[in-house]
């Protein structure tokens, strides 16, 4: 009985945590919650601009409704720290809660802290259990493991595909610089969200030439910082008629070579467009030069909505992380666009998946599918 009621309580800690999707980053995604005789009394999550941890926010709301949380439990979503950062250790503040019982849904993922404020909890006597809905958990910090664990962006790899596996249609049968919708409003509303829990979304100057997208973050909800809009263009080609030019509001970074021309940066600079230049080989950016200068703006999440010749590069270099690939039940044939050069079938390519999941998004004519899989697991320190 008691497993059950902590899968419930840790469910509400866990939707407190996802409702800060956005406004956390580059912090973690954390919710808690504080239970006497199985009702809650106080809740909270951590927002990045406001400073206490989730803990702290569900403790303060409980003093100034008047309850003292002696006696209580609290559900945490993530280990409570042990250290100084910009707050005071939370572990502390719950032993100075008196709480008499802890549960926690995963570990700090940084190998240096890890488990030091459950040992802190314990040695104050209160009773802690750890694991409990632990997977839902991780999934939900993927990116923040992986940024702490590797100092790079999570990788996620997103494509809209026919069902025969392709990215578009031959170019004589697209109009130009204009996008071709191959899935309905759900799943396009899908892609919305996965660029609101997104740092940053990169594509290359191929898909800015051909569609002429605005990246944009159209989820509609809250954000801290804005989506940071990468374009990799070695030679810098970006027309500044282009929609994503005209859009900036310092949220575009251009990623080009250190032979673009100077002119061409200096017009780019003076519209508000951010540019940068990194190492080169036979033409082509580093891809491992392209993640550092993101980690450099801790930019925690990365989302690749990309051409054939991107996606297989990015693969073919084992940068990819975690991919998400929606399938219409349309065909485009044999001479349409690949999904990733050199890579083949997109079918293929999720054979390489440790961890898999489907869902369908229905719509007028039919129904699309979503495939998610994950290429690493974040919270393994392992480079695999």
């Not at 069902?163 to 759900?186: E, F, I, Y």
Request: hydrophobic share 40%; aromatic share 4%; glycine share 8%.
């Amino acid at each position: 009985m008691e497993e059950m009621d902590d899968e419930h309580f840790m469910q509400r800690a866990l939707a407190l945590a996802s409702e800060t999707i956005g406004l956390a980053s580059p912090n973690p995604y954390v919710g808690c919650v504080l239970v006497r005789d199985g009702e809650i009394f106080a809740e909270g999550a951590h927002l990045y601009d406001q400073y206490d941890h989730a803990e702290i926010v569900a403790l303060k709301q409980a003093a100034a409704h008047g309850i003292d949380p002696t006696g209580s439990t609290a559900y945490v979503t993530l280990e409570p720290c042990s250290h100084h950062g910009r707050t005071g250790p939370c572990a502390d503040a719950l032993i100075t809660a008196k709480v008499s019982r802890i549960v926690v849904a995963t570990q700090d993922p940084n190998p240096q802290v890890s488990g030091q404020g459950i040992a802190r909890l314990r040695a104050a006597g209160i009773d802690a259990t750890v694991g409990v809905l632990q997977q839902a958990a991780r999934d939900l910090n993927d990116a923040f493991a992986h940024f702490i664990l590797r100092r790079r962006p999570l990788v996620t790899l997103k494509a809209a595909l026919s069902v025969d596996g392709k990215l578009a249609p031959p170019p004589r049968h697209r109009a130009v610089t204009a996008p071709h919708w191959l899935t309905g409003p759900a799943a396009r509303a899908n892609v919305q969200r996965l660029r609101h829990a997104s740092d940053a979304i990169l594509t290359g100057i191929g898909t800015i030439l051909a569609d002429n997208p605005s990246l944009g973050d159209r989820a509609h909800l809250p954000r801290r910082r804005p989506l940071l809009r990468v374009i990799l263009d070695s030679a810098l080609r970006i027309p500044m008629s282009s929609e994503i030019v005209r859009s900036t509001a310092n949220d575009v970074l251009l990623l080009c070579s250190e032979e673009a021309p100077g002119e061409r940066i200096e017009a780019l600079q003076s519209m508000g467009v951010e540019v940068e230049t990194i190492p080169s080989h036979s033409g082509h950016l580093s891809l491992e030069a392209v993640l550092d200068a993101l980690a450099r703006r801790t930019i925690l999440s990365l989302l690749v909505e990309a051409g054939s010749a991107l996606n297989g590069s990015f693969i073919s270099q084992n940068l990819v992380d975690k991919a998400v690939l929606f399938y219409s039940e349309t065909e485009l044939g044999a001479d349409a666009i690949p999904f990733a050069a050199g890579v083949g079938s997109p079918y293929l390519f999720e054979q390489r998946f440790k961890r898999i999941t489907r869902t369908t998004f229905e719509h007028g004519s039919g129904e699309d599918a979503r495939v998610t899989g994950y290429l690493r697991d974040s919270w393994n320190p392992s480079p695999a």
